[in-house]
């Protein structure tokens, strides 16, 4: 495989030759062999003068072709030509009728794209390049065609027979078969195309929309699973009146449906009318779901609701813009979880999976723009960076915009490209054209990669009264693109006084500004200030990039116990801890004994006695210390293990300096009430929580009581989980005993569902004290299984992301397992394998211990004969 053969560029971008204006498909679902016959209704596009027709040509994968017809004319073998994924036929005319007939084995299919099968329930997932592996076909998202689709299958195996749009037509054939035709009248790519065929239940309700419409609600599952779909529903019908209320959006088609299903590449798919979603996010009760499984299933659904305009209505013309769909959604459903739920938890959850992966990926071998100029599989470009990168881009143009306009914006780009495929560009116009702003220097954002830095130096003058704020940006370079312009960069700031009082920045008296840093240095000036402030610097994260000022430890404290600015108390808890951390890795790293500063107590007690007002959710976010991924991303030459032992040093030390306030807290939130997943009590479970994490850190066997009792005498899951976590952490002889047993016992109680066997398989997994001989058991488990991805993400994610401890094993047989694991996924499913490989794809950063073995599984990867591009993008990437 060679590299730049399979490149695709954004600037290569033309409009196909031929428009397909109408789609009629007809599935012809049997055990063996599914028949597709498509009927394709194909325009010439008249963009440039031509003199002679253009072939035709349209992609394909896997399929075997039964016959093609023109109008009426069946066609012999040397009237078209199929070759690598293509079939080419030379028309006659401007416009005609094309029918094509495949037939697919979706039994067999384990890459879980296309049409497919899970527990005997057939599906599809076209995006992005699925749609080729049903029929041949334009398979890009600027060809939009009106679809009608019918399912013919056994009544009794797949009494539900669905697709997009409405019902239009069914009836009971006489073999035991029956059939239902479904018509979309809205125009739509093929690639949010879906049907579902099986033997379903249906939890439903209806929803009146702003123009008195009624929406018929269905959310469909395996039998076994009709019980918990209830939260899902009251979520959509939530989401459904905040894209009314916020956004002006009402629902357009008179049914909306959702189908669980338990083998599922991602989390969710907005296919038009007939959302698909991975039953781990859609489906739960309180003895099945976590709180935040239920505040990533609200999410979800509202993400995928949401696209229903943003990304269907108005969907993307090239795969480049991804972005442009999936920024401004994120951005959507992260504005709906504020409202719904504590905001300023939400933003620092939201800043804390950014940071995490977002900020990593910048610094890795796969770093690339909100918008990419290239790509080899655009599977690998579903990332952080155009998800939740996209989504900051968009936020900041909101805050630039202010409400009103920044509405009116999305109004006018919905209204001025309704029914078409648009770019990144045609969003940033309309904000221009409501506000008169030029967003030229900006748009930057879109095409420069990496995560810009602001190094911030204050110098205060004492005999001006004077403050100065020196800000420099620079952003470090990534893989093709060394030098980068300057951003536009929204700083909001204040300052904090000497009586701890913030002081007015602006004429107008006002504690608080935002300046739009536009050049690569810039000088603000802040007169009449008595004493020297300490500045409050990117309240709520107003950029995605990295704030540098040195702060002092005591400044630090300040900005924790009197900023006015819930998010920045904690960004300043999270940098107090980064420096407190990294200076005991650096003990451990030159073999000094830890010193742990005292300070740290200190505050925590004082934060835990004062009577502060702050709510539980917002406490237990300012007690966690920062993710290892996040301690780990600025140091250089990492050494995995040293900075675990840190982290741990640290958390070890406050369980015991502060053990009467941890009892104290847990007893006091710790009672036994009716559940319910609303966002006041999910805050006390959620400190109560935390408090137990800190007292199973101190290993004593009074504390390993306390996680057995609340595992076994809670009345939810995420007490259950959260108790049985304790005695999976602790490493007192006692617990080892208990977890045996208690384990075996979920086993049991667990064992005929699926999503409550991934819990299982991953506290399990992630467990340091867990080696790679009880990894190899599980995966021989019989819930186990290679092609579920829930599965795979459950036991093999866990174990090599969170379990860093055993991942990294110095005798690298961690590695040894993922070469072995990904050679083995790959066959099957090659999206899988790749999701898999991003551990090993930083291995620059790591300390040479590590380096070798995770570069050598890298070189033994790309040796092997036939693996998938996929995986051959970023391993290719990841050695150069
Ligand atoms: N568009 C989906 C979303 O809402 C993403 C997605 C779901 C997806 N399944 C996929 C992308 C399969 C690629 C392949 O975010
Ligand atoms: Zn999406």
Redesign the pocket.
């Known amino acids: 495989m060679d590299a730049t053969s399979k490149m695709i560029y954004l600037k290569d971008y033309q409009q196909p030759a031929y428009w397909i204006k109408k789609t009629d498909l007809v599935f012809d679902l049997n055990q063996k062999h599914t028949q597709v016959t498509s009927t394709l209704h194909i325009v010439l596009n008249e963009f440039k003068p031509i003199t002679t027709l253009p072939v035709l040509i349209l992609d394909g994968k896997d399929l075997i072709l039964k016959s093609v017809r023109i109008n009426h004319e069946i066609l012999s073998d040397t009237e078209y030509e199929e070759i690598a994924d293509k079939l080419k036929i030379q028309p006659t005319e401007k416009q005609f009728y094309i029918t094509i007939v495949t037939e697919l084995a979706p039994h067999e299919n384990t890459t879980l794209?296309g049409l497919y099968q899970s527990n005997g329930i057939y599906c599809t997932?076209c995006?992005?390049e699925?749609f080729r592996r049903i029929t041949y076909y334009l398979d890009r998202p600027d060809v939009m065609a009106v679809f009608t689709t019918t399912l013919i299958a056994n009544q009794t195996q797949y009494p539900i027979l669905l697709s997009n749009g409405n019902l239009v037509d069914s009836a009971t054939l006489p073999d035991g078969r029956h059939t239902a035709t479904w018509e979309d009248p809205f125009p739509k790519p093929s690639y949010l195309f879906a049907i579902v065929a099986g033997n379903l239940m249906c939890h439903e309700d209806a929803f009146i929309t702003k123009s008195k419409r009624t929406v018929l609600l269905k959310i469909f599952t395996e039998p076994a699973y009709i019980k918990e779909c209830d939260y899902a529903m009251d979520a959509l019908k939530r989401a459904m009146q905040w894209d009314e209320e916020k956004y002006g959006r009402e629902y357009d088609l008179d049914i909306f449906m959702i189908v669980a299903i338990d083998a599922?590449?991602?989390?969710?798919?907005?296919n038009k009318g007939l959302n698909i979603f991975n039953a781990s996010c859609i489906l739960g009760d309180s003895n099945t779901a976590t709180d935040s499984v239920f505040q990533r299933i609200e999410s979800?659904v509202g993400?995928?609701y949401f696209?229903n305009w943003s990304?269907n209505r108005v969907t993307c013309r090239d795969w480049f813009q991804l972005s442009l769909?999936?920024g401004f959604?994120v951005f959507r459903d992260q504005s709906f979880s504020a409202d719904m739920n504590a905001s300023t938890v939400q933003r620092i959850q939201d800043v804390n999976q950014l940071r995490t992966v977002q900020f990593l990926e910048d610094l890795g071998p796969m770093a690339h723009p909100v918008r990419p100029e290239k790509f080899i599989e655009?599977?690998n470009f579903?990332t952080s960076t155009i998800?939740e990168k996209g989504a900051e881009v968009i936020r900041m143009l909101s805050h630039i915009l202010g409400p009103d306009l920044f509405r009116k914006g999305c109004d006018l780009y919905f209204d001025r490209h309704d029914g078409e495929a648009v770019t990144c560009d045609d969003f940033v116009a309309a904000l221009e054209s409501v506000s008169q702003l030029d967003l030229i220097q900006f748009k930057r954002w879109y095409w420069q990669a990496g995560t810009p830095v602001v190094q911030g130096i204050g110098e205060y003058d004492k005999s001006e009264a004077v403050y100065r704020l020196h800000l420099k940006q620079y952003c470090p370079p990534t893989p093709g693109q060394i030098d980068k312009l300057p951003f536009v960069i929204p700083i909001k700031l204040g300052l904090l006084g000497a009586d701890n009082q913030l002081l007015p920045v602006t004429e107008s008296g006002e504690t608080e500004t935002v300046v739009l840093m536009k050049k690569s240095q810039h000088v603000l000036i802040f007169e009449n200030i008595s004493s020297k402030p300490i500045p409050s610097l990117m309240r709520d994260f107003s950029a995605p990039i990295t704030m540098r000022f040195s702060y002092t430890r005591a400044e630090l404290i300040s900005l924790i116990q009197y900023d006015t600015n819930e998010f920045n108390r904690w960004e300043s808890m999270q940098r107090l801890l980064v420096s407190i951390i990294h200076e005991i890795y650096e003990h451990i790293q030159s073999n000094q004994t830890i010193q742990i500063d005292a300070q740290l107590e200190v505050l925590f007690r004082a934060l835990l006695t004062q009577d502060n007002h702050l709510n539980w959710a917002f406490l237990s976010e300012l007690f966690a210390l920062p993710t290892f991924t996040y301690l780990g991303s600025n140091l250089p030459a990492l050494h995995i293990h040293h900075l675990y032992a840190a982290r741990k040093a640290v958390k070890q030390h406050l369980a015991t300096t502060l053990v009467d306030i941890w009892y104290e807290k847990y007893q006091l939130l710790n009672k036994i009430t009716p559940y319910y997943p609303i966002a006041e009590d999910i805050g006390e479970r959620s400190f109560k929580n935390t408090c137990l994490s800190y007292i199973m850190a101190l290993q004593s066997e009074e504390s390993v009581q306390l996680a057995k009792q609340q595992c076994v005498h809670s009345n939810n899951l995420t007490d259950t989980l959260a108790g049985l976590n304790g005695l999976i952490q602790s490493e007192h002889p006692t617990a080892s005993v208990m977890r045996q047993s208690m384990l075996c016992e979920l086993n049991t109680q667990w064992s005929n569902q699926s999503n409550l066997m991934n819990y299982w398989f991953s506290v399990q997994a992630s467990d340091e004290k867990t080696a790679l001989k009880h990894i190899l058991e599980l995966m021989k488990h019989d819930a186990f299984s290679l092609t579920n991805p829930n599965k795979v993400r459950s036991v093999i994610g866990s174990f090599c992301r969170t379990n860093v401890v055993q991942f990294h094993a110095l005798d690298r047989s961690g590695y040894a397992f993922l070469l072995d694991t990904i050679l083995k996924l790959d066959s099957i499913n090659p999206?899988m394998s790749a999701a898999l490989l991003s551990p090993l794809t930083q291995w620059k950063r790591y300390d040479a211990l590590y380096q070798v073995g995770m570069k050598n599984v890298l070189e033994q990867i790309l040796a092997e004969k036939n693996i998938s591009v996929d995986v051959f993008e970023i391993i290719s990437k990841s050695l150069s």
């Open positions: 794209e997932q995006e992005a699925g599922f590449n991602m989390g969710a798919m907005e979800i993400h995928e696209h990304g769909k999936e959604t655009i599977s579903y998800y999206r």
